[in-house]
Nanobody, 119 residues
Framework: QLQASGGGLVQAGGSLRLSCTDS????????VGWFRQAPGKEREFVAG??????TTRYTDSVKGRFTIFRDNAKVYLQMNSLKSGDTAVYYC????????????????WGQGTQVTVSS
């Protein structure tokens, strides 16, 4: 089961690092995506990384500020220069091999972690 952690309250311009772990298996054959959902909005793709880590994708609004990376046990989302618009519940999700932008293509989801950016 996936579990996201690392959220919290931070001032605008600050940084947070989110982590995603899988209690049942390693991520070795799975792409992992980070999604977020703000109140009243749909869940949107933020960043994704392929199973080998060779391919990463980002939504335009976080490019240059967020970095996704992985090791054998965890997938991380380093978030720098946070803005109030980044406030949301962040979820990690997994699917076999390649990362996709469409949340419907992810098979396993973790509980979210709240990120709140104060202006």
């Amino acid at each position: 089961q996936l579990q996201a952690s690392g959220g919290g309250l931070v001032q605008a311009g600050g940084s947070l690092r989110l982590s995603c772990t899988d209690s049942r298996r390693t991520f070795s054959n799975n792409a992992v995506g980070w999604f977020r959902q703000a109140p009243g909005k749909e869940r949107e793709f933020v960043a994704g990384i392929s199973w080998r880590g060779s391919t990463t994708r980002y939504t335009d609004s976080v490019k240059g500020r967020f970095t996704i990376f992985r090791d054998n046990a965890k997938v991380y989302l380093q978030m720098n220069s946070l803005k109030s618009g980044d406030t949301a519940v962040y979820y990690c999700a997994a699917r076999p091999y390649g990362c996709r932008l469409n949340r419907n293509e992810y098979t396993d989801w973790g509980q979210g972690t709240q990120v709140t950016v104060s202006s």
